[in-house]
């Protein structure tokens, strides 16, 4: 029997953070023991809006590479590569851009989107309206079933179906099967603000962090505002940006402790917030210790390159294949 197919990237702009191992990385880790899985780097897709300094995109291919490693995502149990060595992509990203009409990229709202909300880069790019196509490529290469990624990338997952349905319409019926988005009920995880967690906001805690600066920030968490002095009763479940994070390192009865605390107002937010920082450091200090010995040995780059060879000739076997419905003729 043919097992599940999964693909997903995620686009080198920055060392990873608890949003993205509680948001993403645990849902990986789970498909990973179940699925044929494929994880790359997606360092064309971040050109599009680095192509200025490219510089920084292989600093954080480095920095994801020992992320994803040390939280456990397992060269073993998937393929994890990096999209620019396995050209293939860019050779199915041509012909996809034969097929794909202008119209569905300019009506696409994450395109719209983010050429108003990033300002400071010029985006009016051929390759990034093409941003699209290209993850289509990355998918429709390895004839995915699943695609895990959060709300935002509907949009472009529903422009790959309807390229793959329109490329097996035109050259072979059935071809590429359409792949699904897996949208999964992930931990929302909130920053220092209290908006959604990102390094764009500057308000993340990211998984290489020193103790100290994991002190700081989890010191600097926004409490429950409507409770100036440590007497007031507080409502961490409605009114505290911290309680997000201790929901996920404190198990039922710990919360169930804090809370009844905290109502009665016997618990201060500055304690509180020591002990979720230990917590927190206890929590990522084995995986900042494998990140450092990973680190050491460049033992990321030979697994980076495995993944990439492997990641090749899957999408290499595809691409003959392609080739051949495409131009209706051997390969020469
Ligand atoms: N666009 C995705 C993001 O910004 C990254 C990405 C590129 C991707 N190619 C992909 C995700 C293919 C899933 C499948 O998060």
């Not at 880790?29 to 994880?39: G, S, V």
């Not at 880069?121 to 998918?139: C, E, H, R, T, W």
Request: hydrophobic content about 40%.
């Amino acid at each position: 029997m043919k097992r599940v197919r999964i693909v997903s990237g995620m686009r080198p702009t920055g060392p990873l953070h608890l949003g993205h191992l509680h948001g993403v990385l645990d849902i990986w880790k789970k498909l990973q023991e179940e699925y044929e899985c494929f994880y790359f780097i997606a360092d064309w897709h971040a050109l599009t809006t680095e192509y200025e300094d490219p510089s920084r995109i292989r600093d954080y291919t480095k920095e994801i590479m020992l992320d994803w490693l040390a939280v456990g995502l397992d060269p073993d149990k998937a393929t994890i590569f990096l999209q620019s060595e396995v050209k293939e992509h860019a050779e199915l990203y041509l012909l996809l851009g034969m097929i794909t009409p202008v119209s569905w990229l300019e009506r696409n709202p994450t395109y719209k989107d983010m050429l108003q909300n990033l300002t400071g880069k010029d985006l009016a790019m051929y390759g990034f309206l093409g941003y699209p196509v290209l993850q289509s490529a990355d998918i429709l290469i390895y004839r995915a079933h699943k695609v895990p990624v959060g709300l935002d990338q509907v949009p472009h997952l529903e422009l790959t179906r309807e390229i793959a349905r329109r490329f097996n319409y035109l050259y072979g019926n059935n071809f590429f099967p359409e792949p699904e988005a897996l949208l999964s009920e992930s931990a929302k995880v909130l920053g220092i603000d209290g908006r959604k967690m990102s390094k764009s906001y500057d308000n993340a805690i990211f998984l290489k962090d020193s103790p100290e600066e994991i002190r700081k920030k989890v010191l600097a968490y926004v409490t429950d505002t409507l409770r100036p002095k440590k007497s007031d009763p507080g409502d961490p479940e409605n009114r505290c940006v911290a309680f997000n994070l201790m929901k996920l390192y404190y198990n039922e009865e710990e919360k169930k402790t804090i809370i009844e605390d905290c109502k009665k107002a016997i618990l201060g937010c500055v304690e509180c917030k020591k002990r979720l920082a230990d917590r927190i450091l206890r929590f990522l200090e084995p995986i900042q210790t494998i990140r450092a010995s990973l680190q050491k040995k460049g033992k990321w780059v030979e697994i980076l390159r495995e993944g990439t060879m492997k990641a090749r000739k899957e999408a290499a076997m595809t691409m003959d294949e392609i080739r051949k419905v495409v131009f209706k003729r051997e390969i020469l």
